[in-house]
């Protein structure tokens, strides 16, 4: 009998669609109404844990799912010990670091020490800045990121960048790369010793799919 295992997926923001044909092109598709967190699929062996793509790390690393696709931007904040098995190549992002048109930076070290940064991914701005010598007080926000610089609440922004155009609409120059995301698929590191053929098979059924 093949072992059961628990996927986790977004359960909402630009990850979602394209997890969701990805799983149904490997054959997975949910059988129970969309607001089930834990939902059986049309393959026996195999549930899918919809939850905040912010915490499909935290699901994975603690056992509760035995694989998850989320992205790097997020793995690399919760900085979990977790398997990254593979870039599924979708949802393409970069975290920048921002400033406004005016300001006189042409580079992240330019950043004086003790200045504000605001962003979603405290830690990585923290690894992001230590890094480069400078010590900055983070500050932590859940969205609108852009506005922060404007309203003097921060002399920068770390934020993630598709295109660029939110950046330009609201009077903000990229200085700096923090890092290049994609959709990553993660693995909880006993899951992958203790069910290694239903996680290969899994897996193989994914990349399959992902063409």
């Given at each position: 009998?093949t ?7 977004p359960?909402k923001?630009?990850l ?11 054959g997975i ?14 393959d026996?062996?195999i ?6 793509a ?11 799912a ?17 398997y ?8 393409s992002?970069?975290m920048?670091?921002?400033v ?9 070290s ?9 962003t979603?991914f405290?830690?990585?701005?923290k ?23 404007r309203?003097?609440l ?7 960048k ?8 609201n009077?903000l120059?990229q ?8 959709a990553?698929?993660?693995?909880n590191?006993?899951s992958?010793k203790?069910?290694?053929?239903a996680?290969?098979?899994l ?9």
């Amino acid at each position: 009998m093949t072992e059961e295992i628990i996927i986790a997926i977004p359960n909402k923001g630009r990850l979602k669609e394209p997890v969701v044909k990805l799983l149904e092109g490997a054959g997975i598709k949910r059988v129970s109404d969309e607001r089930v967190y834990l939902s059986d699929t049309s393959d026996a062996c195999i549930k899918v844990l919809s939850v905040r793509a912010s915490d499909i790390p935290v699901y994975v690393y603690n056992g509760i799912a035995d694989i998850g696709i989320t992205g790097r931007d997020i793995i690399a904040e919760t900085n979990l010990d977790l398997y990254e098995l593979a870039d599924l190549g979708f949802g393409s992002c970069t975290m920048v670091v921002a400033v406004k048109k005016e300001k006189p930076y042409s580079t992240a070290s330019d950043i004086r020490p003790g200045s504000k940064v605001a962003t979603e991914f405290p830690n990585i701005t923290k690894r992001f800045f230590n890094d480069l010598g400078i010590q900055v007080e983070v500050i932590a926000l859940r969205g609108a990121m852009e506005i922060a610089p404007r309203l003097g609440l921060a002399e920068a922004i770390v934020d993630l960048k598709s295109t660029g155009t939110t950046l330009e609409k609201n009077g903000l120059k990229q200085i700096g790369e923090v890092m290049k995301s994609s959709a990553r698929l993660i693995c909880n590191k006993v899951s992958y010793k203790t069910k290694y053929g239903a996680v290969e098979d899994l897996i193989r059924r994914l990349k399959e799919a992902n063409v």
